[in-house]
């Protein structure tokens, strides 16, 4: 009874320390991108750069952080004028984590708002 505990013990640490394992990656890469979104904003706001440009530009750092999204899948608009407006920044992407048996989705949001302070 007690080496059967100590198995069922085991086998949970391990189960735990592998799904970490497999779920721990697209968190950190989506808070890296997440990070790069809001710096962008920040300096596009105070920029000429069209949306489009801006598109391309975040279209650029979700291929240097692995994240499977698309051109058409990111909005971007820009509301005022330059210099003295607001950016909207938004990218939802999915990323599929493949477990034994099992298939998970993970739905992610990245995306920010930057106002300037005129």
């Known amino acids: 009874m007690g ?3 100590l198995m069922l013990g085991l086998f949970i640490i391990v189960g735990g320390g592998y799904a970490s394992l497999k779920l721990m990656p697209p ?14 904003a920040t300096h596009d706001t105070y920029s000429p750069k069209t949306e489009a440009d801006i598109r391309e530009t975040v279209f ?18 820009r509301q005022g004028s330059q210099y003295n ?11 599929h984590v ?16 930057n106002k300037s302070v005129f």
């Open 98 to 113: 493949d477990f034994p048996g099992y298939t998970m989705d993970l739905h992610f949001e990245a995306g920010t708002q």
């Open 3 to 5: 080496s059967l505990k």
């Open 27 to 40: 968190y950190f890469e989506n808070y890296q991108f997440q990070d790069a979104i809001k710096d962008e």
């Open 85 to 95: 407006g607001m950016i909207i920044i938004q990218v939802p992407y999915v990323v």
């Open 60 to 77: 650029k750092l979700a291929q240097q952080d692995d994240i499977p999204v698309g051109l058409d899948g990111i909005q971007v608009q």
